[in-house]
């Protein structure tokens, strides 16, 4: 079998900031037409059946993927990992070419990226990352564009992270050298992001700064972003909260931003953990524009897929 190339989307490393930005742009677009009569131009995968493949729990992945394939006027199909025994049953080569013969693309989550990259590799249909144990990009596409929705550009702006080093700060770490805007990163030194991915993201020129002090990360930035203690396939869970205590995004902490930053949090969120009611609450908190926005965002990601991105 002959696999053929196709667009995949698993990691932000592997574009231009400039197809980002292309991919960005038109799912704010759509998101600007959604629901009015010009949306009709965005039905662009009209007569495509797309795939979802979850071995992890998810409600903002399945729920915004679901609706943007049918606001594309495409037609989702959800399947556990469990239930089609994902690497157990069969060959993970046999599955996606098979998959290949029904579906026009497949989104997947699971824990190991690499088999997730060897998926995209025998797949004939594009392959889109719903979250690895090392990168989650759809979800920061969606969060840099809910950050120039309240902010304006995010070119050279500052992003403090405080918290693990996990998935969703290594996609924010590609999104930095993407977008050229600032990160600054407190993390435990036990928990803090791997030196490859830090020697990356110099190599591509983004400025990265890690400390190990909340309050210094945070200092005058313009959004304060964190995730849970404890990612989907992590141990130590009681080890993981004793470390990350001190970098708790509370009102305090916040306080050291600028007076307009931002807060966001892919969620789901761990109340009185690593973010407090009061943060979450606040106007501040951009949590909910974030989760709308991995619909809008992705509809950006599918339509380029397919090469149809509408104007
Ligand atoms: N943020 C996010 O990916 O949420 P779900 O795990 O609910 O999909
Ligand atoms: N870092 C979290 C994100 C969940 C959307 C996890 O991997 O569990």
Redesign the pocket.
Known sequence: VVTKPSRNFLDLSDFSGATLRTILEAGKAMKARRRTKAAVADRVLEGKNVVLIFE?PSL??RMSFEVGIRDLGGSPIMVTGKEIELGEREALKDTAHVMSRYADAIMIRMLDHAKLAEFAQWAEVPVING?T?SS?PC?VMADVMTFEERLGSIKDRTVAWTGDA???LASWIHAAARFGFKMRIATPKELAPKPELIAWAKTEGASIELTQDAFAAVDGADAVVT??WV???DAEKERRHNLLQPYQVNARLLKAAQRDAIFLH???AHRGDEVTDEVIDSPQSAVLDEAENRLHAQKGVLAWCFDRLPA
């Open positions: 992890q903002r992945t979250l144990k989650h979800q996990n998935n969703v995730d849970t990612s989907m396939g892919c969620l789901p």
